[in-house]
């Protein structure tokens, strides 16, 4: 009887370690230059497209919920420009997050860019990303020089969330 429960567990330990295997053989990596077009074409639409959206939104919700704003802003030309600045700035980082956390988790780990190559971001452990997931890897990407983590396989926002962008085709 005991040899039983010793082979059972056995098994069962070849079958994690299988598993294991699985895991870490059935994917292939994103290569550098996918992973550079994810980041060239998610970055155009961000900039351009959702920037463009989110500009007209928030100038419209102004114009009607506080118009004096806009005119003491429009009066004071060096208010005017430090103000807007930082309104640029507040808006390309909400569209960054808002973006990457909303495509990576409502998608399954595409983005547009990563559709357009291929590529799908999915967690080490090969599951499907989380909100949390999806969510720490869009506040990792804000870090300074993180662009230039993308010359290894596993960006700081990939090793930093336990994620990763392996070929989906």
């Known amino acids: 009887m005991e040899q039983n429960s010793e082979l059972n567990s056995n098994i069962e330990q070849k079958d994690l370690l299988a598993d294991d295997a ?9 290569t550098q230059g996918q992973r550079f077009l994810n980041y060239l074409i998610d970055n155009i639409l961000m900039r351009y497209g959702l920037s463009y959206l989110t500009g007209i939104a928030i100038g419209t919700l102004l114009a009607v919920a506080a118009p004096e704003f806009l005119n003491n802003l429009a009066e004071s030309e060096s208010n005017w420009t430090i103000g807007m600045l930082l309104v640029g700035l507040l ?18 780990g595409y983005t547009l860019g990563k559709l357009i190559t291929g590529t799908r971001a999915i967690r080490q452990d090969g599951n499907e990303l989380t909100f949390k997931d999806a969510l720490l890897r869009s506040l990792c990407r804000l870090v300074p020089f993180e662009v230039f983590s993308g010359f290894n396989t596993l960006t700081w926002h990939d090793s930093w969330t336990e994620t990763m962008v392996i070929k989906a085709r």
């Open 22 to 30: 699985y895991i870490n053989n059935h994917f292939v990596y994103a």
């Open 91 to 108: 808006v390309g980082i909400l569209n960054y997050i808002v973006y990457y956390t909303i495509c990576e988790k409502l998608f399954r």
